[in-house]
């Protein structure tokens, strides 16, 4: 049991790292404003329609790093710090996220497949925590209950997993659209690309996690006493 408190502090610790980096470089680089000063908005709606879509709507939702794109409504949500901010952390951030809508429009794979998932990672994660709590207790005289457990939360690692390439690939459409559009150049392109990477590792270091997790529940069921 202490080998899961131990996983769960390092990835907890990592993650509080690379957030608080994260939210950092957000602040440090929402200060550089980019070239012909456009907004989040415009960069959003211009990516849109550079890539022939133009069914999509972009909105401001309220917090801070908010920002998502519901491939649903099909709408790019921009936090109030990105959406109208002429900075190269908005830039970035609302690239990225008209990224998610490209993907869609292409229909990409790993996005497809993601979408695919999300009502039973939804059930999932709404029962793991109890049915792996009742599997570790009742382990040895029913062991199958810690079974079902570990699959639920196996379907939420592979989730993760599946998150990673379409996060990475909605980046990489973002960087190469933003240079070819103009919309950064030479001084504003590293940092958007620096901000762009640690948000980035937020998704290697939870799915890493995750999957670290797993390993541990499969031990302890593995290592029952029949």
Known sequence: MYIGYIIFGIFALISWII???LQSKFKKYSKIPIPY???GKQVAEKMLHDHG?????????????????????KTVNLSEGVYSSNSVAAAAIAAHECGHAVQHATAYAPLTLRSKLVPVVSFASNWMQWVLLAGIIFVNSFPQLLLAGIILFAITTLFSFITLPVEINASSRALAWLS??????????????????TAAYTYVVAALGSLATLVYYIMIFLGRRD
């Open 19 to 21: 957030s608080s980096s």
């Open 37 to 39: 000063g456009m907004t």
């Open 53 to 73: 879509i133009y069914d999509v709507q972009v909105i401001s939702t309220s917090g801070q790093l908010t920002d998502h794109y519901n491939p649903l409504s």
């Open 180 to 197: 070819n559009a103009g919309i950064t150049n030479y001084e504003t392109q590293e940092p958007a690309k620096d901000a762009l990477k």
